[in-house]
């Protein structure tokens, strides 16, 4: 019987000692970082620091980001994706260490003989058995480490892997946010056109009973139905983008088509007036997707390492030790072998081919280096964006809320006016075509006002955090807050 060995410890560990990682070590590269940004905000922490269960107020929203945090598809395949790569780590650091092997042999035979002069084959030797039952380690000295480069590559897009996890969640709670809030201003918009239809009705049923009487002519009536009219066209507008909207939600949420739950109406969700930005190099350690860019280019300048070692010489060593059974020569009994040896190859002339690949490696470490500074300026870009819509959307807001009140003022005085017959019907129609305009983009620009915060809070690097105690998908907040089974009757027409 046979077993193996590995007979070169000492040898190992002082070449292990000796050895260097050629290759560039990592050093984070300058990226140029404005002081302050360009945009006033309030000073203090950045309001990146809430989390987004503390930021959305809103109990149907918050039900909506745990479901799409527990089965969105894109969620789950990032999570995928880092056990990929911690299994791709432990595969790549396991050649760090030396391999052991076993083998086992069993072999039974007898010779086979032909005597001169006598027709046929007789048996020679007596039967005989080898046995065979040994153990191998094999290992490479990483003298040039290149094994560990490969290892520190591995293990950095390992970490770029979970920052994209988080940045898939930063995304993720933000378009349910944003898609929910277009939903409820789709709600309200719909609810505005429904009121609008029937006031327009309720004019047009005044006007025709004026026209029968005498009292006014049929163009007033025509221009009462052309209101009605555009009012229908306007409903069925609305109905069709909130159904579209609700499955666009339920996709971002994995879940099939079907009625989405309400919660506050678009003016009471509650968002906060004040939203400090912070420094903009905070966004260099809070976003995810820079934090992923600096991973990819870390991974990349350690596999220049690899190349590198590769043009160099590969020291392995070998061992075997066990014991073998043999009774074929003639004799019966056992032995002990073992053996152990230094192997060395490397390149000779391959024509530029390492020389290349280590060209190679540089290129593609300097493409990653320019995402990394790509990434950051687009966040820089980003959040200056975002400062100011969050600014000039919230005075455009108070603009349209005025423009409704001095829209509505004026379809009450035109009414009368014309009830008075000191003004044709043509003023009731400007008047009210006015009120209907801007009651709509009042909304509308309430909806991109808080969807600008949204969008901000996204810039900023927030959102991506993971509730303390999160609540399985589907247990909502409250019985009132979970999903309406498929098929039952949805009231979100409107707040």
């Not at 108070?398 to 009140?405: D, N, Y």
Request: charged residues 20%; aromatic residues 8%; hydrophobic residues 40%.
């Amino acid at each position: 019987m046979k077993r193996t060995f590995a007979p070169c410890l000492a040898v190992t560990a002082l070449l292990c000692a000796c050895g260097c990682a050629v290759g560039p070590d990592y050093k984070r590269p300058p990226v140029a970082t404005p002081s302050a940004y360009r945009e006033k905000a309030p000073r203090g922490d950045s309001f990146a620091n809430l989390p987004w269960w503390d930021l959305f107020r809103d109990e149907q929203l918050r039900a909506c980001i745990r479901i799409a945090l527990a089965d969105n598809q894109d969620l789950k395949t990032a999570v995928a994706r880092i056990q990929q790569a911690r299994a791709s780590l432990g595969f790549t650091r396991a050649d760090q260490w030396p391999s052991l092997g076993y083998a086992a042999q069993g072999v039974r035979a007898k010779t086979l003989s032909a005597t001169p002069g006598v027709r046929g084959i007789t048996f020679g030797e007596p039967i005989a058995n080898d046995g065979v039952v040994a153990a191998n380690v094999s290992f490479e000295v990483d003298l040039w480490g290149r094994l560990r480069r490969a290892t520190e590559s591995a293990r950095e897009q390992l970490l770029a892997t979970e920052e994209a996890r988080r940045s898939v969640t930063l995304t993720l709670v933000s378009d349910v946010a944003a898609t929910y809030l277009l939903l409820r201003d789709l709600d309200a918009r719909l609810d505005i056109s429904r009121q609008t239809l029937a006031s327009y009705r309720e004019n047009y049923r005044l006007i025709k009973l004026r026209y029968d009487a005498g009292w006014t002519q049929l163009l007033d009536v025509d221009q009462a139905q052309i209101q009605v009219s555009g009012a229908e066209a306007a409903v069925a507008q609305y109905e069709r983008s909130v159904a579209q909207t609700e499955t666009t939600l339920n996709f971002l949420l994995g879940l099939p088509p079907g009625p989405v739950p309400r919660g506050r109406a678009l003016t009471d969700q509650g968002f906060p007036e004040r939203i400090p930005a912070g420094l903009p190099s905070d966004l260099l350690e809070r976003r995810p997707d820079i934090l992923q860019a600096e991973h990819l280019l870390h991974a990349q300048t350690a596999q220049i390492g690899v190349a590198q070692a590769l043009r160099l010489p590969t020291f392995s060593l070998t061992g075997l030790f066990g014991r073998e059974s043999q009774e074929l020569l003639g004799y019966s009994g056992s032995a002990t072998i073992w053996s152990g040896g230094l192997s060395i190859f490397g390149p000779l002339l391959d024509f530029g081919k390492s020389k290349s690949r280590v060209q190679v490696q540089r290129a593609l470490a300097e493409q990653a280096l320019q995402a990394y500074e790509k990434t950051a300026l687009a966040a820089f870009k980003e959040v200056e964006d975002g400062l100011v819509a969050v600014r000039t959307l919230n005075d455009q807001h108070a603009s349209t809320v005025r423009q409704v009140e001095a829209a509505r003022s004026a379809v009450q005085l035109s009414q009368a006016r014309y009830n008075e017959g000191y003004t044709n019907y043509l003023e009731v129609l400007d008047s009210e075509r006015s009120l209907f305009s801007a009651q709509q983009q009042a909304s509308s620009i309430l909806e991109q006002k808080l969807a600008a915060v949204v969008t901000l809070y996204k810039a900023l690097g927030g959102g991506w955090q993971v509730e303390p105690d999160p609540q399985p998908a589907r247990a909502m907040a409250g019985p009132e807050a979970a999903p309406a089974p498929r098929g039952a009757t949805q009231t979100g027409g409107g707040p």
